[in-house]
């Protein structure tokens, strides 16, 4: 079973960018479709990003055109480049994954995935 450490959040001001990493130990993520989250105070955890075995990425309106996800294959390691942050963008961050032998869309839904990380903040204010 893979294991995932996220890591890159922190403080930014609004307009600033971070770069999320996911990295896996383990079986190799190429394998998998990698998937991020977010969950703010009070709120569900609702999808960002993510990214299938051809990677390809998928997002939301909320996220598109700023986010970037991308892949590493030898570093086996997935990416969020995250810009024009928003201080509604504030929330834990999580990476998720889960194994496939096809080459799907990457799901949207945390029910589909079935390996987490422990998530790291993302705090955007002045």
């Known amino acids: 079973q893979v294991q995932l450490v996220e890591s890159g959040g922190g403080l930014v001001q609004p307009g600033g960018s971070l770069r999320l990493s996911c990295a896996a130990s383990g079986p190799t993520l190429s394998n998998y479709i990698v998937a991020w989250f977010r969950q703010a105070p009070g709120k569900e955890r609702e999808f960002v990003a993510g990214i299938n075995r051809k990677h390809t990425a998928r997002y939301p309106d909320s996220t598109q055109g700023r986010f970037t996800i991308s892949r590493d294959s030898a570093k086996n390691t997935v990416y969020l480049q995250m810009d024009s942050l928003h201080p509604e963008d504030t929330a834990v961050y999580y990476c998720?994954?889960?194994?496939?032998?096809?080459?799907?869309?990457?799901?949207?839904?945390?029910?589909?995935?079935?390996?987490w990380g422990q998530g790291t903040q993302v705090t955007v204010s002045s």
């Open positions: 998720a994954a889960k194994s496939t032998r096809y080459y799907e869309s990457a799901y949207s839904l945390q029910s589909q995935y079935d390996t």
